[in-house]
């Protein structure tokens, strides 16, 4: 079986990544119950206004968390030097 091997010079994401999608799925999940409650989009919306705003939570928690860890090794790693 074939598995597909990400190239050597693809990184992951970091935290600041994490906050700005955190962002834009608040804003779209606000954008989607506004579009749902003002203009009526019954059956369009809902799902994006539902999970839009948590799922943007969990990910600027998310991104804070890396960007604390990360803040954190560096300074164990500079007060070992």
């Known amino acids: 079986m074939f598995v597909r091997r990400p190239p050597a ?3 992951p994401a970091t935290g600041w990544q994490f906050v700005v ?3 834009v799925f608040i804003a779209l999940g606000v954008g989607a119950f506004l579009a749902f409650s003002y203009w009526n989009w ?3 919306t809902e799902g994006l206004a539902l999970f ?3 799922t943007g939570v969990v990910m600027i928690i998310w991104g804070i968390t890396l960007l604390v860890r990360d803040a954190v ?3 164990r790693a ?3 030097d």
Request: hydrophobic share 20%; charged share 50%.
């Open 9 to 11: 010079d693809e990184k």
């Open 21 to 23: 999608i955190g962002l």
């Open 42 to 44: 019954q059956g369009r």
């Open 52 to 54: 839009g705003v948590p």
């Open 73 to 75: 090794r560096r300074r």
């Open 78 to 80: 500079r007060r070992a």
